[in-house]
Structures are given as C-alpha cells and as structure tokens.
C-alpha cells in the first residue's frame, strides 16, 4: 500500500504509484496516462495557450523582459536575456488546502464581559 509522504519531494515514480492505487488501475496505464497529460500540457503552453483546471489552477506562459545583471563569479555587469517562463496560479481549492487554520484560543474570565449588580 503507497503512504503518502510528508514534508518529502514525490517523484514521477511514486507519484504514479499513489494514482495507480486510488484509481484501481496498473501502473503502466497511469504512466501512458501520466506522460500522455504531461505532453499536452507542454504542447498546448508551448502553442501560447494557457490551461485551467478549476479548482487545482491555472498554467501559463509569460514573457520575462531582459534586464540588467552581475556575473556572480567575475562580478561584471550583464544583459540577461528575455525569455519565456511557465507561471502557474493555484486555484482556490488548492490554495485553501494550503492554508494553514487559525487556532482560536478559548475565552478566559478576564476577557468575558462582566455584568455590573446594583
């Protein structure tokens, strides 16, 4: 039985395992079905399209400007070039899970309002 890891980086492999159990399928099919996702993700950010999962959140393709930089080892100055990056925007479902819940403390006699007797 996979167990989840935790505070660990998953890797492809156990990554297909724990789809391979909760979907009741071989972990062959979840690979082609894996690699398969993977590829039309990257075709369809690569054709400048972006791709929302509701829930879970959104891929898209950015356009990072050139900018001015220093060579960390000889310490001169130099162009960077633009390029364009992945960006990915969690959705509110994800974002929430990742919300770590505030613990109230419980009320103690010194914050209860007190009613004054005649």
């Known amino acids: 039985m996979f167990r989840p890891l935790t505070g660990n980086l998953m890797n492809k ?3 297909i395992e724990a789809i391979a ?4 399928s071989t972990k062959i099919q979840t690979a082609t079905m894996l690699n398969g996702l993977l590829e039309v993700i990257q075709e369809t950010l690569e054709g ?3 791709i929302q999962l ?13 900018r ?7 310490g001169k100055s130099m ?10 925007k969690p959705g ?6 990742m919300t770590v819940k ?14 004054k007797q005649k």
């Open 13 to 15: 492999t156990e990554l």
């Open 21 to 24: 159990i909760r979907s009741k």
């Open 48 to 50: 400048g399209d972006s």
């Open 54 to 66: 509701v829930g879970f959140g959104t891929f898209s393709v950015t356009e990072r400007a050139s």
């Open 68 to 74: 001015e930089g220093r060579n960390p080892a000889t």
């Open 79 to 88: 162009t960077i070039p633009a390029k364009k990056v992945v960006k990915f």
């Open 92 to 97: 509110k479902t994800l974002a929430d899970a």
């Open 102 to 115: 505030s613990v109230r403390a419980p009320q103690t006699d010194k914050s209860k309002k007190t009613v």
